[in-house]
């Protein structure tokens, strides 16, 4: 989960190439997200939980950018 949660970085804080799996963007190359989450669906036996985890998490990433985005203005003013 550490290492999924590591590859939903965003583009613009890493360097991208080609998911060492499936070839789609990915944080240095490494599988992506998407595979890593298929691997723990199997690992667990559960596609759905993992699948859900992963927007979840996906979301979490996007609400902290934002809170973090409205930090740094409040605190331009």
Not at 11 to 17: E, G, H, L, R
Not at 52 to 57: I, N, Q
Request: proline fraction near 6%; charged fraction near 20%; glycine fraction near 8%.
């Amino acid at each position: 989960m550490n290492k999924i949660a590591y590859q939903l970085r965003p583009a613009s804080k890493t360097t991208m190439a080609p998911c060492a799996r499936c070839c789609r963007p990915s944080p240095g190359g490494q599988p992506c997200a998407k595979c890593l989450t298929d691997e723990l669906g199997t690992l667990i036996n559960n596609f759905g939980a993992a699948s859900r985890w992963l927007e979840s998490t996906k979301q979490a990433s996007q609400d902290e950018g934002t809170v973090l985005r409205y930090a740094g203005l409040a605190e331009a003013n």
